[in-house]
């Protein structure tokens, strides 16, 4: 008699709750950038909103109560501080870098295509490994040297 896997359906959406974090973590979808966004300076009605800033990549990563409103894109982890009113997030993010696929691609969530979201997608979750991987490898090496002075130390 058939009887489904339950091992293999399981393994599916354990799969796609690890890539729903994944995604909320790299913060690639609008909302997930504007959530980062809770004490921001700025109305709807300026130019400088948090919709305009999350739409422009931007999620922030400063803390308002030590007046440090940085924000960082989630495609090229640019930091940018000392926001203004009348600035254009998009504008701003251009001027400071330029290189950015995102700012290459200059296109809202809406208006991208599948094929251009995954590849975002592939791009950041490149640099996110990286990023991992660098960190994983230098706490590595920090314990080998503390292994190596230790052995250095001892008396044979
Ligand atoms: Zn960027």
């Given at each position: 008699m058939p009887s489904l896997d339950k091992t293999n359906s399981s393994n599916i959406s354990t799969g796609l709750e690890k890539l729903e974090t994944l995604l909320k973590t790299l913060k690639l979808f609008e909302e997930d950038r504007v959530k980062t966004f809770e004490d921001w300076s700025f109305s709807e009605d300026e130019k400088c909103s948090i919709s305009e800033?999350?739409?422009a990549g931007f999620c922030f990563t400063g803390d308002m109560s030590k007046d440090d409103d940085s924000a960082t894109c989630f495609v090229c982890g640019k930091v940018l501080d000392g926001w203004e009113n009348t600035d254009d997030p998009w504008i701003e993010h251009q001027k400071h870098s330029a290189n950015c696929q995102?700012?290459?691609?200059?296109?809202?969530?809406?208006?991208?295509?599948?094929?251009?979201?995954?590849?975002?997608?592939?791009?950041?979750?490149?640099?996110?490994?990286?990023?991992?991987?660098?960190?994983?490898?230098?706490?590595?090496?920090?314990?080998?040297?503390?292994i190596r002075e230790i052995i250095k130390n001892q008396q044979f």
């Amino acid at each position: 008699m058939p009887s489904l896997d339950k091992t293999n359906s399981s393994n599916i959406s354990t799969g796609l709750e690890k890539l729903e974090t994944l995604l909320k973590t790299l913060k690639l979808f609008e909302e997930d950038r504007v959530k980062t966004f809770e004490d921001w300076s700025f109305s709807e009605d300026e130019k400088c909103s948090i919709s305009e800033m999350a739409k422009a990549g931007f999620c922030f990563t400063g803390d308002m109560s030590k007046d440090d409103d940085s924000a960082t894109c989630f495609v090229c982890g640019k930091v940018l501080d000392g926001w203004e009113n009348t600035d254009d997030p998009w504008i701003e993010h251009q001027k400071h870098s330029a290189n950015c696929q995102f700012v290459k691609m200059r296109r809202s969530e809406d208006e991208l295509t599948v094929e251009e979201f995954l590849d975002l997608f592939k791009h950041i979750s490149r640099q996110y490994l990286t990023n991992q991987y660098k960190k994983k490898e230098a706490v590595f090496i920090e314990v080998v040297q503390n292994i190596r002075e230790i052995i250095k130390n001892q008396q044979f």
